[in-house]
């Protein structure tokens, strides 16, 4: 019976890990999230693991020789209890699946600011205060209500400027 496992990478090399898991016919799943960084001064769109240093295998341990993972390029092991490979609950390995869209695996960074979340504004000249998420206006801005001087000011700033405060 199939079930998920999760495949700890070296630094950074997820994506040739899962190139060569794949080449060797395993069924490999690689969650990623799309987000804005500022690079050299300037906001650049990068992708990066969701997980770093981690990806999924979907292996039937009965049935699949799992010893070529080991030597595959990129991978440094299966994540196991002892000699025994830790399988990821189907609960959760379902709602990440579903999260990130199935195989697609990739995950917007702004997907995750909606109406009536806080977040404090981190770039501009009203870095530092922290507002209420109103409604997206476009895909990159975002009507925050800021308090300010005693009285709730409705402010349209880009999504970069913003991180969610928990």
Known sequence: MNRWYVVQ??????????????RQDFHVYLPQIRMAKRRSGRWQTVTESLFPGYLF???DLLTQNVAPIRSTRGVLSLV???????????????QLLAACGGDEALIDADSFIRPGDRVELVEGPMAGFTAIVQEKTSEKRVLLLLDLLG???????DIQQLVPVH
């Not at 990478?9 to 794949?22: D, F, G, M, W, Y």
Request: net charge positive.
């Open 9 to 22: 990478t070296k630094s950074r090399q997820e994506q040739i890990a899962k190139e060569n898991l794949v």
């Open 57 to 59: 295998i979907e292996l």
């Open 80 to 94: 196991r209890c002892g000699a025994i490979p830790l399988p990821v609950p189907r609960a959760l390995m379902g």
């Open 151 to 157: 009285r709730k000011n409705k402010v349209i700033v």
